[in-house]
């Protein structure tokens, strides 16, 4: 059974840092970009990075620019989002997504497999 399954969520205070893990089970990563997304209450989902198979290419959206990082393992079948200078409003549920394709792309409707999420709160 194909999964994914996010952790390293949870409530942090304005300018903190978060790194949260997509592991993948059941498929191996290898082959497939690896997207992270995130909804806010009453908001639609949104991309917020993306990165190609080989690692080689990695997408942000402008507001986390300079302030995420996305990193993949594949020995581990593993990705990563590294997010420093939190603020408020990254507060939301992130999902991570796999495409069975190797670009990367910040589209939602091209990726294959989501997992279930995880709550970010930025808060003081």
């Known amino acids: 059974q194909l999964q994914l399954v996010e952790s390293g969520g949870g409530l942090v205070q304005p300018g903190g840092s978060l790194r949260l893990s997509c592991a993948a089970s059941g498929f191996t990563l290898d082959d497939y970009a690896i997207g992270w997304f995130r909804q806010a209450p009453g908001k639609e989902r949104e991309g917020v990075s993306s990165?190609?198979?080989?690692?080689?290419?990695?997408m942000y959206a402008d507001s986390v620019k300079g302030r995420f990082t996305i990193s993949r393992d594949n020995a581990k079948n593993t990705v990563y989002l590294q997010m420093n200078s939190l603020r408020p409003e990254d507060t939301a549920v992130y999902y991570c997504?796999?495409?069975?394709?190797?670009?990367?792309?910040?589209?939602?409707?091209?990726?294959?497999?989501w997992g279930q999420g995880t709550q970010v709160t930025v808060s003081s």
């Open positions: 990165i190609s198979s080989s690692a080689r290419r990695t």
């Open positions: 997504a796999a495409r069975a394709w190797t670009a990367a792309t910040m589209w939602d409707h091209d990726y294959n497999y």
